[in-house]
């Protein structure tokens, strides 16, 4: 584990790590129960449709026409967009925990995350995001997205930030290893308990209020 006193910056996932993931499969299942869709038909649809979606290059109405809305439906586009955001939660604790390390140790943070444009604008609004993050590189923002490396190389040089001084902290492995293979150390993200220990191990230490 990278030593405390190189750690300027913290490169940080946003769905799993600090919110729920925005749009899953998990979502969508739910989605295709409560709608009344077919998941096979949905779910094939939606993979042919999401790189374009989260690297911004497909709008949500055109997503939402290809995937959801390719027949008629009885209900309204905007219904669906409402149930689309209602299955972000924050964790509270994650958020809290971050907001005191970045006040107490003036760290960086940069939010390095798949994020489809409308939903991460809705998600960055609503959970006081914009307050917390000082740097977004966000697939729908920068149009690439994990697992290309050149999205990590992006953040370095947005952050200015060499990759010895960033701790990365995702919910997926296969992302902390490809970051680790442009040099920046990181953790895969299970919990608030283990990731505070981990941190702390650092020399980050959340403290008392």
């Not at 040089?157 to 997926?172: A, C, G, K």
Request: aromatic fraction near 10%; charged fraction near 25%; proline fraction near 3%.
């Amino acid at each position: 584990m990278q030593e405390r006193a190189t750690i300027t910056c913290l490169f940080l996932d946003i769905g799993g790590v600090l919110l729920s993931n925005g749009w899953d499969q998990a979502a969508r299942r739910r989605a295709a129960q409560t709608f009344g869709l077919d998941w096979d038909a949905m779910q094939s649809r939606h993979q042919a449709n999401v790189v374009a979606y989260e690297e911004g290059r497909l709008g949500l109405d055109d997503y939402l026409s290809r995937v959801i809305f390719n027949e008629p439906r009885p209900f309204s586009r905007e219904a669906f967009w409402e149930y689309m955001c209602a299955q972000s939660s924050p964790d509270n604790g994650m958020l809290a925990l971050l907001s005191r390390l970045k006040e107490r140790y003036r760290l960086k943070l940069v939010a390095v995350s798949n994020e489809a444009l409308e939903l991460n604008a809705y998600r960055i609004r609503t959970f006081g995001l914009d307050r917390l993050f000082d740097v977004f590189i966000s697939s729908s923002f920068v149009h690439v997205r994990k697992p290309d490396p050149e999205i990590f190389r992006m953040a370095l040089e947005i952050s200015l930030t060499p990759p010895e001084q960033v701790f990365y902290i995702d919910n997926t492995k296969e992302f902390v290893d490809l970051a680790a293979g442009l040099g920046i150390g990181g953790l895969t993200h299970t919990g608030l308990a283990s990731t505070e220990k981990a941190l702390a191990d650092l020399g980050f230490e959340a403290g008392d209020d």
